[in-house]
């Protein structure tokens, strides 16, 4: 999308900062609302012992944004200290992990462009830019958003209807493409 698009319009972000915080924060916004959805006696069920299960999904989002906002905002690697062991009440968890969301919007909104490409240490003698940080986190973030979707959709919290997803030849009036093809059972 062209800036020209974008300026101006509410709810698109309008600097690399504002990218980060949206993704960042938003995609820990959908990991906890879809978490709250998962029924209690499923909190820590998965449909494989390959996948995580919600509570794990929460616990490892929890930490490791506690890592890499410790690894950003405290300067001397020395300094920084263990993440605690997350909490094991689901409630609790998923009050943590949205304080560790507005910790995170904090953070983002606390950097500047210049900031970007400063370096941080890590007590075992890595670094990488605040820029890698925030990337790192992205992807995380959203790849434990992906994880949490799949659990909920497992579990028929999104609707019973058999998959189908959209598929831009359908939206644009190119015809039906034969996608998905079939499942094997």
């Known amino acids: 999308m062209s800036s020209s698009a974008t300026s101006g319009n509410p709810g698109f972000p309008s600097s690399e900062i504002e990218v980060f915080e949206q993704l960042i924060c938003g995609f820990i916004g959908g990991i906890i ?28 989002s929890w930490i490791w944004l506690q890592c890499d906002r410790q690894c950003i905002s405290v300067l001397d690697p020395k300094t920084q200290v263990a993440v605690l062991d997350p909490p094991q009440d ?5 009050e943590w992990l949205e304080s560790e969301k507005e910790a995170w919007r904090d953070l ?16 075992d003698g890595q670094s990488r830019s605040i820029r890698g940080y925030l990337f ?3 992807q995380h973030i959203v790849s434990k958003s992906g994880q949490m979707t799949m659990l ?13 997803a959209p598929h831009p030849n359908r939206i644009f009036g190119f015809g039906s493409p034969a996608w998905p093809g079939p499942r094997q059972s």
């Open 90 to 94: 689901r409630t609790q968890m998923l």
């Open 33 to 60: 609302r879809r978490a709250s959805e998962i029924p209690e006696d499923k909190w820590n069920w998965s449909f494989s012992e390959r996948t995580p299960t919600a509570r794990e999904i929460c616990e490892h």
């Open 152 to 164: 909920h959709f497992d579990l028929g919290l999104d609707g019973g209807e058999p998959y189908d």
């Open 136 to 138: 790192h986190m992205a």
């Open 108 to 123: 983002i909104r606390s950097l500047g462009p210049q900031s970007m490409d400063e370096l941080r240490h890590t007590p």
